[in-house]
Nanobody, 123 residues
Framework: QVQLVESGGGEVQAGGSVRLSCVAS????????MGWFRQAPGKEREFVAA?????????RYNEPVKGRFAISRDNAKNTVYLQMNSLKPEDTAVYYC???????????????WGQGTQVTVSS
């Protein structure tokens, strides 16, 4: 069993920055990625970014966030971060952290999810 706790969401103006954190506890042995998805009102959950579970040298980003968001991890703290810069109103969503045993971009690869944290970007 794996527990994930996200934090760091809030309200920010367009152009601003927010850093999300996700602390993992439990058995993540064999997992391939930790990643972030988001879900905006009335929309399906979509992939945002992921980082590999070993050395943290491999990362994946969805096109809308490339160049603005950066994912990183601190294995000593079992924590993954999502630094979000140049935020836009369309980034408004609930952001979820997850652990994947398959392809980083596929929601079905993730066996465990956090409770989510709201990010609201005002124009």
């Amino acid at each position: 069993q794996v527990q994930l706790v996200e934090s760091g969401g809030g309200e920010v103006q367009a152009g601003g920055s927010v850093r999300l954190s996700c602390v993992a506890s439990g058995d993540t042995y064999g997992s391939l990625y930790m990643g972030w998805f988001r879900q905006a009102p009335g929309k399906e959950r979509e992939f945002v970014a992921a980082i590999d579970s070993l050395g943290g040298r491999v990362s994946r980003y969805n096109e809308p966030v490339k160049g603005r968001f950066a994912i990183s991890r601190d294995n000593a703290k079992n924590t993954v971060y999502l630094q979000m810069n140049s935020l836009k109103p369309e980034d408004t969503a609930v952001y979820y952290c997850g652990v994947a045993w398959g392809a980083a971009e596929k929601e079905g690869s993730y066996r465990y999810w956090g409770q989510g944290t709201q990010v609201t970007v005002s124009s």
